[in-house]
């Protein structure tokens, strides 16, 4: 069973393992709490909280075990956490990884002598895969959240979180398989009961969730979201307790939140956070749960992303912190309006990115045009300022975001 004995025995054994990730005060996730705080484990060894339950559980094996090597399925991280570990104890290292991971995550892995299998699916098909070649194989599973050595080794983020900061009243822990989550709301939940564990989950792959919701552990048909690392259709079995147990409540997050919320890590920070490390800063920054006047902490859990989708990653945090803005706009097609548009825009302080004009064929006005305008803009109060001033001069707005 998970005691807190295991989980400080993970941290004595990781000290030669893991980075310290000493918590980061930031004024700019939320105003309304009290201090909000960041467990940068981006910044840990491989990008990514996953090294310390991997590590663990391998530096427990028998020599024997040691000596047929390791296989695990990964989205990534847990996929370069095992290989890590597998390198640093000379034995080999067979990961199944679903074949839509991150390029980066994938090469990454490789670079640490692990051997890859790619499996056409998500996560949990890489698992089934695994599953059969560990019959093969004859090789030790590295489960990645739903074993009791690998979960005691994410609780010492628990452990960590309080030995610097005791006064923290909220946690806000991503949740994929729930491995992370189970082991730092036990060990925050025995080291102090009134700390409030909120675990935090994608919109598109909300299974612990909706799984506490209907008190039985259920499979989601499909997942699909940035947040690849927690992009789970089912928890685990321990985990499922544990979070029962010991988390107060879990919430989502849509894309477009988890997007904002890299941004603003980004921008404020300079930290760079995959979609599932910034799960829990999103749900502090859109007030999932009330924090006023609250000590808070997120857990950035990796930095992993993929860089080729980063710009998307950020226009869609723009957009959504009201950085920019697009708007379709009916107007007469006629000489002047363009100009007088661009006035309107132009007195309201917004800067012009992009216009596209179309003539309007279901227009009852056959003289009208649509013009599509990306503006850049300071926040959701400055757009809707520009919207009220570009119908305030007559110009009709068909859509606006």
Same mark, same amino acid.
């Given at each position: ?31 309304? +709490? ?146 992370? +989550? ?48 927690? +992009? ?40 760079? +956070? ?128």
């Amino acid at each position: 069973m998970l005691t807190l004995d295991l989980i400080y025995r993970a941290s004595t054994v990781l000290q030669d393992v893991i980075r310290k990730t000493p918590l980061i005060h930031t004024d700019k996730i939320n105003p309304l +709490a009290n201090n909000v705080f960041l467990k940068p484990e981006n910044l840990q060894v491989t990008g990514s909280f996953k090294v310390r339950g991997a590590g663990f559980k391998i530096s427990q094996l028998s020599d024997e075990e040691k000596s047929h090597g390791v296989i695990a399925c990964s989205a990534g991280n847990h996929a370069q956490g095992v290989a890590l570990a597998a390198r640093r104890y000379g034995i080999p290292a067979l990961i199944c990884m679903p074949a839509g991971a991150p390029i980066s995550k994938v090469e990454a892995t490789r670079e640490m002598g692990a051997e890859i299998c790619l499996v056409p699916g998500v996560y949990d098909d890489a698992y089934a895969k695994a599953m059969q070649l560990n019959e093969e194989k004859h090789m030790t599973f590295i489960h990645p959240f739903d074993d009791e050595q690998v979960i005691a080794g994410q609780g010492s983020i628990g452990m960590e979180i309080l030995g610097e900061n005791p006064n923290i009243d909220v946690v806000f822990v991503p949740i994929g398989g729930g491995g992370l +989550a189970s082991g730092v709301a036990y060990a925050l939940k025995t080291l102090n009961p009134s700390v409030r564990v909120i675990g935090v989950q994608a919109q598109g792959a909300a299974s612990m969730a909706r799984s506490l919701d209907h008190n039985q552990i259920e499979s989601l048909a499909s997942v699909l979201t940035i947040a690849d690392g927690i +992009a789970v259709k089912e928890p685990g079995i321990h985990t499922f307790e544990l979070c029962q147990q010991y988390v107060d409540e879990v919430v989502v997050v849509s894309e477009d939140e988890i997007c904002a919320a890299i941004l603003a890590l980004i921008e404020h920070h300079k930290l760079i +956070a995959e979609g599932a490390g910034a799960v829990a800063v999103a749900a502090a920054m859109f007030n999932k749960v009330d924090i006023t006047g609250k000590n808070v902490c997120c857990i950035v859990s990796g930095g992993n992303i993929d860089v080729t989708i980063l710009s998307r990653v950020i226009n869609r945090g723009l957009m959504k912190g009201g950085r920019t803005t697009e708007m379709v706009i009916e107007m007469p097609d006629r000489p002047g309006s363009l100009m007088g548009l661009c006035s309107v825009i132009c007195r309201h302080g917004a800067n012009i990115i992009s216009i596209h004009h179309e003539r309007n064929g279901e227009s009852p006005d056959v003289n009208s045009c649509n013009l599509r305008v990306v503006l850049e803009t300071r926040n959701a109060d400055h757009v809707r300022d520009i919207h009220i001033g570009v119908e305030a001069a007559g110009y009709t707005l068909l859509h606006g975001k």
